[in-house]
C-alpha cells in the first residue's frame, strides 16, 4: 500500500477556468475526506465521504465547487469557473471509520489562479 | 464550534534544546486530539494522538498529554535535531457528528539550528 495519491501535484489556471484533481485513498479506506491549506494556515475541512456518499459539506464549498466518490474508492474535485481567491492546496484524506481514527493524508495539489 | 489555537511562530532553537509548542482548544463533549507534522515538500503526517483526559501521546521522543481541565495538548520533546525542522499542527475531532472532521490550528513553524 502506498499511501493516499493525488494528481496532478501542480495545476497552474487561467481564472475563469474549470479545474479538476484526483484523489486514491488507501485501498479499503471508506472514508474520504477534502481539505483546503493556504500558505500559513492549516488545512481547512470541505467535505467528506463514507463510501460513495457525500454526507457533509462545508460553507466553505461554494457553488462552484463539486466533489464526488463514485465507486466508494477514488474521488474528484471540480472547481468551476475558478477564482484566483481559490489559489491554495488542496488535500485528500482516508480513514478506514473506526472511532477516533486516524486521517492518513495525500501530497495535495497546488492550484494556482492566474 | 470548534477551535484550536497555536502558539504562534516560527521558533528557532539550537540542537538539543528543549521544545515546547501551545496548543489550547473549544469544542463541545470530549474530543480527541493530534499533532500533524508537515516536512517540507511533503504532506502532513500523523506524529501523535490522543483519544480521552489524561492520555499521553508519543512518538520520535515527541510527547502530548491531553489535559481536559485546562483544554490544551501541548507538544514537547526534550532534544530536538536539525531533522525535526519542521510545521507542527494541532487538531482536534469532535465526537459528535459523523463526519469527525479534523479542525487545525494555524500551525508552528519550527527550524532546529546546527
Known amino acids: 500500500d502506498t499511501g493516499v495519491s493525488q494528481n496532478p501535484r501542480h495545476k497552474i489556471t487561467k481564472r475563469g477556468q474549470n479545474v479538476t484533481f484526483r484523489c486514491d485513498p488507501i485501498s479499503e479506506h471508506n472514508r474520504l475526506y477534502w481539505y483546503r491549506q493556504t500558505l500559513g494556515q492549516g488545512p481547512e475541512f470541505l467535505t467528506y465521504?463514507?463510501?460513495?456518499?457525500?454526507l457533509e459539506k462545508s460553507r466553505l464549498l461554494s457553488d462552484r465547487f463539486s466533489a464526488e466518490r463514485p465507486k466508494g474508492s477514488f474521488s474528484t474535485l471540480e472547481i468551476q469557473r475558478t477564482e484566483q481567491g481559490d489559489s491554495a492546496m488542496y488535500l485528500c484524506?482516508?480513514?478506514w471509520g473506526q472511532g477516533p481514527d486516524t486521517q492518513y493524508f495525500g501530497p495535495g495539489t497546488r492550484l494556482t489562479v492566474l | 464550534g470548534n477551535s484550536v489555537t497555536q502558539m504562534e511562530g516560527p521558533v528557532t532553537l539550537s540542537e538539543e534544546a528543549f521544545l515546547t509548542i501551545n496548543c489550547t482548544y473549544t469544542?463541545?463533549?470530549?474530543?480527541?486530539l493530534f499533532w500533524y507534522v508537515q516536512y517540507p515538500g511533503e504532506g502532513l503526517q500523523l506524529l501523535l494522538k490522543?483519544?480521552?483526559?489524561?492520555d499521553k501521546g508519543s512518538n520520535k521522543g515527541f510527547e502530548a498529554t491531553y489535559r481536559k481541565e485546562t483544554t490544551s495538548f501541548h507538544l514537547e520533546k526534550g532534544s530536538v535535531q536539525v531533522s525535526d525542522s519542521a510545521v507542527y499542527f494541532c487538531?482536534?475531532?469532535?465526537?459528535?457528528?459523523?463526519?469527525?472532521?479534523?479542525?487545525f490550528g494555524s500551525g508552528t513553524q519550527l527550524t532546529v539550528l546546527p
Open positions: 484524506a482516508s480513514s
Open positions: 487538531a482536534l475531532t469532535s465526537p459528535s457528528g459523523s463526519a469527525r472532521q479534523l479542525t
Open positions: 490522543a483519544t480521552k483526559a489524561d
Open positions: 469544542a463541545t463533549g470530549y474530543p480527541s
Open positions: 465521504f463514507q463510501n460513495e456518499a457525500q
